[in-house]
């Protein structure tokens, strides 16, 4: 369930600070932020737990889970009890940038290289419990795999009147993914449960990594 809590902007007082600066900067504190995401995926009916801290990341998919720890991304199954774990090949620019986007939503240097007027301010809302900073950023879905300006010209037409929202906790752990458009609201992935308690052995190799 969502929950309207009101719009609120950051900054000392007597300043506001833009929807653009505010969104860098809980996206500079997602990077070193340790926080446990179960989001839904609702064009898959599916569910993914993403566990991270400030330099290790793993999600639960299904029966097969993902982790990049110090930069290598292995892959661990469970089978009769047991886990064996691979270390994945080397992958491709924009492999690299559609996996990043579904894990954290948007990037911090993507977004930096957006105008002012690509980021906006949305009203906050309850999200699995926690108030989260929402926007709009119409670019934000390919951005980071999509460098053809015409291709993201024609994308950004096609949305013209819709919103793009985007909502994180505090710490910039990624919450919610949504499209609005003629008052109807289509919830690309959201949060059902959050927490910033992350232990050791939750981003460690269940078993031993094999060739």
């Avoid at 929950?3 to 505010?22: E, I, P, R």
């Avoid at 737990?49 to 029966?63: C, L, P, Q, T």
């Avoid at 009203?123 to 108030?131: C, E, I, K, M």
């Avoid at 458009?181 to 949060?191: D, E, F, G, L």
Wanted: net charge negative; hydrophobic share 40%.
């Amino acid at each position: 369930m969502l929950l309207l809590a009101g719009c609120a902007q950051g900054g000392a007082a007597g300043q506001k600070t833009s929807a653009k600066a505010h969104l860098i900067e809980l996206l500079d504190l997602q990077q070193n932020s340790t926080w446990m995401v179960n989001r839904t995926y609702y064009l898959t009916n599916s569910q993914v737990v993403y566990f991270k801290n400030s330099s290790n990341i793993r999600a639960d998919v299904g029966f097969q889970t993902a982790y990049v720890l110090n930069g290598t991304t292995y892959y661990c199954m469970e089978a009769g009890g047991a886990y064996s774990c691979h270390m994945a090949q080397a992958d491709d620019q924009t492999l690299r940038a559609l996996v990043r986007n579904s894990i954290f939503f948007l990037n911090r240097d993507d977004v930096e290289a957006m105008d002012e007027a690509d980021v906006s301010a949305l009203p906050n809302l309850q999200v699995a419990g926690v108030q989260a900073s929402c926007f709009n950023v119409p670019k934000g879905d390919l951005a980071g795999v999509i460098n053809d300006t015409q291709l993201m010209k024609t994308y950004l037409a096609r949305l013209n009147g819709s919103i793009t929202e985007y909502c994180f906790a505090p710490d910039g752990a990624p919450l919610l993914k949504q499209f609005i458009y003629n008052q109807t609201t289509w919830v690309w992935s959201q949060a059902t449960q959050y927490s910033n308690q992350v232990r050791d052995e939750d981003l460690s190799l269940p078993g031993p990594v094999e060739n």
